[in-house]
């Protein structure tokens, strides 16, 4: 398996909207989820979103509660791709967005854990989001 591979980051300003993709090494039944995370510089990568796949909660969704009403993520099952949708963006939303794929599952753990069920190879490289008045 090679790293999922992100897409979609740029500058927008305040209020305006972006859309990153994340496109995963296989299919998404290979995974037990997709997860969205950010990077700010100086800062620790914190979950943003993601969606459950293979589980008993397959198809559900999560965000963080900075993002709620605002971020949804989707999956386009023939493009084989994971999107978020980043609508009325503010300041604090700038970092590296992180797509990572989960490779087990636990009912105890959250697909927003960046530490949780994302091994280190199922990474991918990254796009930057920058939010700027």
């Known amino acids: 398996q090679s790293r999922p591979v992100e897409s979609g980051g740029g500058t927008v300003q305040p209020g305006e909207s972006l859309r990153v993709a994340c496109t995963p090494s296989?299919?998404?039944?290979?995974?037990?989820?997709i997860g969205w995370f950010r990077q700010a510089p100086g800062k620790e990568r914190e979950g943003v979103a993601c969606?459950?796949?293979?589980?008993?909660?397959?198809?559900?969704?999560y965000y963080s509660e900075s993002v709620k009403g605002r971020f949804t993520i989707s999956k386009d099952d023939d493009k084989n791709t994971v999107y978020l949708q980043m609508n009325s963006l503010k300041l604090e939303n700038s970092g590296t967005y992180y797509c990572?794929?989960?490779?087990?599952?636990?009912?105890?753990?959250?697909?927003?854990?960046?530490?949780?069920?994302?091994?280190?190879?199922?990474w991918g490289q990254g796009t930057q989001v920058t939010v700027s008045s």
């Open positions: 969606i459950r796949f293979r589980s008993q909660e397959r198809g559900q969704t």
């Open positions: 990572a794929a989960a490779t087990w599952y636990s009912s105890q753990v959250s697909c927003l854990d960046d530490g949780g069920s994302y091994e280190q190879d199922y």
């Open positions: 296989g299919f998404f039944g290979d995974y037990f989820a």
